[in-house]
Each structure stands twice: as structure tokens, then as C-alpha cells.
């Protein structure tokens, strides 16, 4: 509903019509993106800066003079900086009891994922066994052998509980210049997170319809940026959007906030 999404469809809109971006973005998958950058069709990929490490051994063995490199610092009209932030959790665990019966046996899972939270068990999760999976450089763990790695160690990392500043496990050591820039870049964005004010608040719709709802708005942002619709039409999406819902979230939403106040 602001201007300045608007703003950026117009943006995309023209970028798309220039053939300055994929013109089957819509409908291509991340590994086919992947594959674009790798193999040089495209020369720009819009994507996580740690996948910089995994991109770079693909596209060599393709084109050896393959070169990369990460970039996160882009202004915005206003001159200002602004990375989308997490909500500051990577996931939700629950203990159901029809499947965790006794306090005795809940107290046991808790346990264990009090564990997790030690240096020692967090670096066997995320980095496997030293002198086999990683070794030890300046106090940094360096990967020893990336397809080892990639079968034995990282299906085991989902499970980490926390992350090095919480947890106390070992930052990573990577040769590869730009994967270790990555790293800092990452650290650096945290100065400049835009947080999402509704994570803390609750709306009974946003649980039940919200991801329905959100398709109509994204169905209509493609649609504008491939000119299938034009403004009217974007409009008309979000009066379906607040008819079918919208209205009651937003309406929630402040309820939720002025009850926390």
C-alpha cells in the first residue's frame, strides 16, 4: 500500500522490459539460478553471500577464469543502508504431549538441547570431528575436505541450537578471499537490520489465512513487473487482499500491540 513499493516494481518493471534481469524469474528455481552464475549466463546473482564459497568451486571446473566476489552495501532512494531482518529465531520446537509423555521424559529432551548450547557439542554438530572434518587455524575451524564435509557434517547442522556468540562454537576459516568476506559482511549487516514490528504481535487471521492471503499480493507484484496488469490492477489485488482478510490482520495486529503496551 506505500509508494515506495510501488516504486520498486517500477524498478524491477523496467529492468525486466530492458532484459536487464532473468525475464522466467518468476518460475526459476534457486538451484537454476545457481546454475546461470555458474555457467556465465547471468552475471549478477541475488542470494545469500555464503553461497559465494559453493558457486566459485562449481563454475571453475567450468571456466577456471572464473572470478566472484560479494557485495551487501546498497542504498536505497533515501541514501540509507537497510538489511530485512529474521525475526531473531530460525525455527519453533514444540513438545507435544502425545508424544512426550512424563515431566521425567521432557526433562531429558530439554537436556539435551541444553547441550547443544556447549561449545563442545555445538562444534561436533556444525563442524564434525577435528583432524577429520576440519582443523583448527588462528581459532578458526577450516573445512578439510568439502565433499566430506558436505555428506557427513552440514545435514547436521539444521540442528544447531543458537550460533557462535550464544553458543561459544568456532567461527569458520576460509582461503577463499570472498567467502571470508562474506563473513564480515554478515557481521556488518547487523548494524543495520530493518526489524519487523508485527513479530512480537499476534493476529488469529494472519495464523489461519495469512499465507493465502500473501499469494494474492504476490501473484499481483509478478504480474505487474512481467505488465500483465497495470496499476489499476494492482490496486484491485490489494482491496481482494484486505475483503478477503486483509482488513481483520491490520486490525488484529493493533489490537495485539495496544494490549502490549
Do not use: C
Not at 9 to 27: A, C, L, R, S, T
Not at 68 to 74: A, G, I, K, S, T
Not at 199 to 228: M, R, W
Amino acid at each position: 500500500m506505500f509508494d515506495e513499493y510501488v516504486q520498486t516494481m517500477d524498478f524491477f518493471k523496467e529492468m525486466h522490459e530492458n532484459g536487464y534481469i532473468n525475464q522466467d524469474f518468476p518460475v526459476t528455481s534457486k538451484p537454476d539460478q545457481q546454475e546461470f552464475i555458474k555457467n556465465g549466463t547471468a552475471g549478477v546473482y541475488v542470494g545469500a553471500m555464503s553461497d559465494v564459497g559453493s558457486l566459485h568451486d562449481d563454475a571453475i571446473a567450468i571456466n577456471p577464469d572464473a572470478q566472484f566476489d560479494v557485495h551487501n552495501y546498497v542504498e536505497g532512494p533515501s541514501g540509507e543502508f537497510g538489511v530485512w531482518s529474521i525475526p531473531g529465531y530460525g525455527n519453533l520446537v514444540m513438545f507435544p504431549k502425545s508424544s512426550v509423555e512424563s515431566e521425567e521424559e521432557l526433562k531429558k529432551i530439554l537436556g539435551f538441547f541444553d547441550q547443544m548450547m556447549s561449545p563442545e557439542v555445538a562444534n561436533y554438530a556444525y563442524w564434525g570431528f577435528e583432524g577429520e572434518h576440519y582443523e583448527l587455524v588462528d581459532g578458526a575451524a577450516k573445512v578439510l575436505d568439502s565433499d566430506k564435509n558436505e555428506r557427513e557434517v552440514k545435514p547436521y547442522q539444521a540442528i544447531e541450537i543458537g550460533e557462535p556468540e550464544t553458543n561459544g562454537r568456532y567461527l569458520g576459516y576460509f582461503d577463499y578471499e570472498p567467502k571470508a568476506k562474506s563473513e564480515e559482511l554478515f557481521l556488518e549487516n547487523e548494524e543495520h537490520l530493518i526489524n519487523d514490528p508485527t513479530v512480537p504481535l499476534y493476529s488469529e487471521t494472519y495464523v489461519k489465512e495469512g499465507g493465502t492471503l500473501q499469494q494474492i499480493i504476490t501473484d499481483a507484484t509478478y504480474n505487474y513487473i512481467l505488465g500483465q496488469i497495470d496499476k489499476d490492477g494492482f490496486d484491485k489485488a490489494i482491496e481482494e487482499w484486505k475483503s478477503q482478510g486483509g482488513d481483520k490482520i491490520i486490525e488484529e495486529y493493533n489490537a495485539s500491540y495496544e494490549e502490549s503496551k
